[in-house]
């Protein structure tokens, strides 16, 4: 019988409702994330966007800082856009050796779309950047993905992949199904 996999997508604020609908339509079970208790079992994770000193303030109130960062040390496969690239980074979670810049595009009014070309995608990716952050800096074993005006907005280390837009908003799915595809094959070796 195949595993569906059962994907965590942090709940505490922010656009994680697009996201949930989005992995359901690709064949995952989804679980809302604002407990500890809600991590148990998860093969996957999304940190969605929203307001990054918000989200801050909530995984403190739920003591939520230690448990993800072990469901992320112990290789479950990680997915985040925008503020889910803040969260990720050195100042915050500290779960991906990248410094993220904040609202690095501008204000809400300077939000915009782009294509970007992925190396591991034939077509472009239609971006949607809404007070989009940038990767100011970022480790050696950080592979930088994609680019705008020579900042980069995507990235991985290892399962963690971060993009600075949203892709469950323009109904792009293939950042998705990559990152279920890296979920499942992480399920199938844990099991053989």
Do not use: Y
């Not at 290789?75 to 050195?90: E, F, K, Q, S, W």
């Not at 609202?103 to 190396?119: C, K, M, W, Y």
């Not at 993009?163 to 399920?187: D, I, K, T, Y």
């Amino acid at each position: 019988m195949k595993h569906v996999p059962l994907i965590g997508v942090l709940a505490l604020q922010g656009g994680f409702d697009a996201h949930l609908r989005m992995l359901r339509d690709l064949g995952a079970d989804v679980r809302e994330v604002r407990t500890a208790a809600d991590l148990d079992g998860l093969d996957g994770l999304v940190l969605p966007g929203g307001e990054s000193t918000t989200m801050s303030l909530g995984i403190a109130a739920e003591g939520l800082a230690e448990p993800l960062g072990e469901l992320v040390r112990s290789g479950a496969p990680v997915l985040g856009t925008c503020a889910g690239l803040i969260m990720l980074d050195r100042d915050h979670l500290g779960l991906m050796d990248i410094q993220a810049r904040r609202n690095a595009f501008g204000r809400q009014i300077r939000s915009f779309e782009a294509d970007l070309d992925f190396p591991d995608l034939d077509e472009p990716v239609h971006a949607v950047f809404i007070r989009a952050p940038w990767i100011e800096e970022h480790g050696p074993g950080v592979e930088v993905l994609a680019e705008v005006d020579g900042h980069p907005v995507a990235a991985r280390e290892g399962d963690v992949t971060v993009v600075a837009f949203h892709p469950e908003l323009s109904g792009e799915r293939r950042l998705h199904e990559q990152f279920l595809e890296r979920v499942r094959a992480r399920v199938a070796a844990s099991s053989s």
